[in-house]
């Protein structure tokens, strides 16, 4: 059977006209058809937790898309087939398709228009003013420092690379969820966000600067994302100081689009700081082999587990400079 043709028939979007073109492996791909290029994903056999993050991201990109903001449009799923947000279920795999768009993804640090439009969609997709629970995440679990131990243990085991370098750093992952702890206790005001803004997923085109990709859209204190996002946008790297003028434009931008403000100290960077332990902790589990993936797959969430200890260290020791870029 030809899946890519009876994807492309039932989204509508005409008969293929080329040989699709992986853009990051098989389950992302680059399509040429009779209405137009799009970009086709594919998941196979999602769990529940999964669908239920599809259809979280597509109540998010749909409310974006009617707000008018400037993002690549989904196209909407057929009829008759089972649907998670913009996804198709056909048989055991699941389908979406969206608008291939072409341009540059701008580098950081941004420069001051692209960074003060970054702030502003923040603010834009905060005002979109869907609720969600922080505290309630189960993409993004947060878990006491001595959770590691076993995990670490595996991961020496199978000679890890990680492994020592973040058993160094288990003070830092026990400090860092301690902020974040810290941030969560009394009340707080979650949004459902887009939680990946970088520049891999902006794109500069000849219409304009676009938002690609809410794959991992969920719930997010939008201060913590306007934060966590002026950062990683002001960062040459990941352990390079911010720049200032670019950090202190998108800041601007989403305080003028009024985003809401949170309080200027450490509890600001608690977005931050959460995604770099969460993601560690993942990256270890898929290096030692508990969340499937060929050896390529663990090879490469070794290196990243090691690179992301380094980022989180570099993080927390940098925070008591840092704040005083958010007054």
């Known amino acids: 059977m030809d899946t890519l043709g009876e994807i492309a028939a039932a989204f509508r979007i005409g008969s293929l006209v080329a040989a699709p073109r992986q853009l990051k492996g098989a389950e992302v791909v680059a399509v040429s058809a009779g209405n137009g290029s799009f970009v086709v994903k594919t998941e196979q056999s999602p769990p529940s937790w999964r669908l239920d993050a599809m259809r979280m991201t597509g109540r998010v990109e749909s409310a974006a898309l009617a707000a008018g903001l400037e993002i690549a449009l989904p196209v909407e799923p057929p009829s008759g087939h089972e649907t998670a947000g913009y996804w198709a279920r056909f048989g055991d795999q ?9 341009g540059v993804h701008p580098r950081p640090p941004f420069d001051i228009r692209t960074a003060t439009w970054l702030g502003v ?3 834009r997709l905060a005002r979109l003013g869907l609720p ?4 309630d995440d189960p993409s993004r679990p947060l878990y006491p420092a001595h959770d590691w131990a076993p995990w670490l243990d595996d991961a020496a085991r199978a000679g890890l690379a990680c492994a020592p370098v973040l058993r160094a750093a288990v003070p830092v992952i026990a400090e860092a969820t301690a902020l974040v702890q810290a941030a969560l206790v009394g009340p707080v005001e979650a ?13 500069r085109t000849s ?5 690609l990709d809410f794959d991992y859209a969920g719930p997010e ?3 913590w994302e306007a934060v966590a996002v002026a950062v990683r946008s002001a960062q040459a790297a990941d352990l390079a100081e911010p720049s200032e003028p670019s950090l202190r434009a998108l800041l601007a931008g989403y305080a003028e689009a009024d985003g809401p403000i949170g309080s200027a100290d450490h509890s600001a960077f608690a977005g931050l700081v959460w995604s770099q332990v969460a993601m560690a902790a993942y990256s270890l589990w898929v290096a030692a082999g508990h969340r499937g993936g060929d050896a390529v ?12 200890a380094g980022a989180l260290t570099h993080t927390m020791s940098s925070l ?5 870029l958010l007054r």
């Not at 699941?94 to 072409?102: D, K, M």
């Not at 008591?320 to 005083?324: E, K, L």
Request: positive net charge; without cysteine.
């Open 221 to 223: 204190v939008p201060w």
């Open 132 to 135: 969600g629970d922080v505290r």
């Open 297 to 308: 797959r663990r090879a490469a969430a070794d290196r990243d587990a090691v690179h992301l």
């Open 320 to 324: 008591d400079r840092w704040v005083d």
């Open 207 to 211: 219409a304009g600067l676009r938002l």
């Open 94 to 102: 699941w389908f979406r398709v969206s608008e291939l768009l072409t």
């Open 121 to 123: 969609t923040v603010a």
């Open 191 to 203: 949004r459902l966000m887009h939680r990946d803004l970088s520049g891999r997923n902006i794109l």
